[in-house]
Each structure stands twice: as C-alpha cells, then as structure tokens.
C-alpha cells in the first residue's frame, strides 16, 4: 500500500533504491520484523543492473561472490552460466530475488525521492515522492548508489549536435545499431572499456576519447567451470566467511600475500605477476602484500601491467573496423596514478576486433 497525498505513512524503515542493496536491506528488515518500504525511480528493481545496459556490461568480481551469502537456499539454487555475469544474467537474478522472496508488496516503482528532512523532536525522518506522496519513518536507508546519477560531459556543441547521443548509464533497451556510423566515445573507464570493443565491430570508424589511460587487467571471462560452482557450493558458507576475512572481500581461493615484491628476484618476481595474470580480473593485487602500501612495489606491479598491454597497442587493427591516431605505446600505457589505486578495469573483449 503506498502513502497517501494527504496523510503520511509511519514505517519503520524507507529504503530509497531497489538495487543490490536495498533488495537487501528490505529482506533484513522483515527478518527483524520492521515495518519497510523500497522506493524505487526506475521501473524495475536491479538498480545499476536495469540502467547500464549497454553493450558488453557486466559484473568485474565473479558471479559466486557477487551475490547474496544470506539465504543458503537462494544461492545454492541459482545457477550463473558465466564466471563473470553480464548485465542481462545480473538483472533476471535481482527479478528472481525479488520473486523467491516475495518482496516486491513491498516496493514501489517508478517513485523518486524529492526531498527528506529529519524532526529532532519526533526523532522522524519526513519523506517525500515526486508524485507528493509522503512517508515518515525511524530509519531512512539511501541505497541509491554511489554513481546512480549519470554524469553528462559539458562539452561545447553537444546541445547543436544533430546526430545520436548515448550514454551507458543510461542506455536504451531497444538494441542501438552502430553500421556505417562514425561513432566517438568519451572514457575509458570500466565502461568505456566494455562497450568500445563491440561498438567497433559494427561502427564504419570509431574514435576513442581518452582524458586518463586506465590500468586494464584481463577478466578471462568464459562459461562457469562446473566443478568449481561445485565445490564452492559445497561449503558456500566457508567460501563466504573466508572471503570476509580478505582484505578485498574477494578471491578467498587466493593464498594470503604474504612476500614483499621488493624482497624477490625480478625473475621470481615477474613469473609471479605472469601467474596472477593468467588467473585474471583483480588476482594481481595478491601477489604480494605490499602492491597497494609501497609505491615502490606498486611500480613494479605497474611496469610489469604496461609492459603486458603494451603489446596490444602495435598489434595491426582493420581499419573498417576501428580508427584513432596513432600512439606510441610508452605514450598509451602512461598513467598519472599508481596501479590499481584508481578505479582499475577488466576486459573480456580486445580493445579492437
């Protein structure tokens, strides 16, 4: 039931986003038997999962972790097709969680907060939707999102341009197609590093706009291994608490890193660097302790990223396929921030196909 225009409804709780999170939340706040409410302003729950929907989008921590560890049941049951999900798998899971839970009586769609102000002397949160309606509650929960709002660049013409403009936060659910266009992207962040590989096996020329190069590790990403879905789902609870106690959250099945980069060999050193590599997505940052607390081993870590991508920077590309200038790859793999401090990105796809 929602609010009424005129009279406020009294919850315990108002979560604002039905993402990740706030599915979450709502399910913890029935469990402890919390009057609750999820506001959403999208039409569907799975908040960044029903936005960014853009081509090649999807999750850069596996699909075994990047799910909810509260309900045995829930997770042993379902099955991810991929070591990495893409956005269509991430969305049905969060429709499927709303589903088996049965929490969707107590979520609102398409209902955008507008304005909230807390009462020192009730000791209430006064809430309010775009469509007037308006709560009141001892808890207000924001489970919108870092980065729920997209970011468009102030860039001079953009208002006069007579041709398409996208942006991957907010991208269309019809399929856009790219053939014979002359098409530019501006970022390569995680997704700009997603989507350019499959705009460029449809576009006549693309350009890449690129402020910052980024560190771009490889996820290789490919089908879920059967006996490793297996035996994680074995023991799901250990794998989780194991987890818990990293210093990531992720990637439990990696030993502790425990060795200095700056305490080895370089020839130890670099096969080391080569065998996180081949494991994929962020398993770099456990080859040794100190990649993240000492710019020096964080150097070392950073050389051995640019030397591996510096390859892909020479490797002949067609020109149907995808156009830039011309770069050097000393200039390409240059950074101003250390390795992995930045928000870095994985690629399933080539930079160019």
């Not at 038997?33 to 850069?60: C, H, K, M, Q």
């Not at 953009?158 to 266009?181: C, I, M, N, Y």
Request: hydrophobic share 40%; aromatic share 12%.
């Amino acid at each position: 039931m929602s609010a009424s225009m005129d009279a406020e409804e009294h919850l315990d709780v108002l979560i604002v986003g039905a993402g990740f999170a706030g599915l979450c939340m709502l399910y913890k706040a029935r469990a402890l038997r919390l009057s609750a409410r999820v506001i959403e302003a999208a039409p569907s729950v799975g908040g960044t999962w029903y936005y960014n929907r853009y081509p090649g989008a999807r999750v850069d921590i596996q699909s075994l972790e990047y799910s909810y560890a509260f309900s045995e049941e829930l997770q042993q049951q379902w099955h991810w097709t991929e070591r990495y999900a893409s956005q269509p798998e991430l969305l049905r899971y969060a429709n499927h969680v709303a589903d088996r839970l049965a929490l969707r009586g107590d979520i609102q769609l398409n209902t955008r907060l507008v304005a909230a102000t807390w009462d020192q002397d009730s000791r209430l949160w006064h809430a309010t939707a775009h469509t007037g309606e308006r709560w009141s509650s001892r808890f207000l929960v924001m489970a919108a999102g870092l980065l729920s709002s997209p970011n468009t660049p102030h860039l001079e013409g953009l208002e006069s341009f007579a041709g398409r403009t996208l942006h991957t936060a907010r991208w269309p659910e019809e399929s856009v197609d790219f053939s014979g266009k002359s098409v530019g992207v501006v970022g390569t962040g995680s997704s700009g590093v997603q989507v350019i590989p499959l705009i460029a096996r449809q576009a006549r020329q693309l350009t890449v706009f690129q402020r910052t190069p980024a560190y771009v590790v490889p996820a290789h990403n490919g089908p879920l291994d059967p006996a490793w879905e297996a035996r994680i789902k074995a023991d799901y609870a250990g794998f989780r608490s194991r987890s818990r106690q990293t210093f990531t959250g992720f990637f439990s099945e990696l030993p502790p890193p425990t060795a200095s980069a700056l305490a080895v060999s370089n020839e130890e050193r670099l096969a080391r660097f080569e065998e996180y590599w081949q494991i994929g997505g962020f398993a770099l940052l456990f080859a040794y302790y100190d990649i993240l607390l000492d710019i020096r081993a964080n150097e070392l870590a950073a050389e051995f990223v640019r030397t591996r991508s510096a390859p892909r920077y020479s490797t002949p590309r067609p020109r149907s396929c995808c156009h830039r200038p011309t770069v050097s790859a000393a200039s390409a793999c240059a950074s101003i921030a250390p390795a992995i401090t930045k928000r870095s990105t994985c690629r399933t796809s080539h930079w160019w196909m």
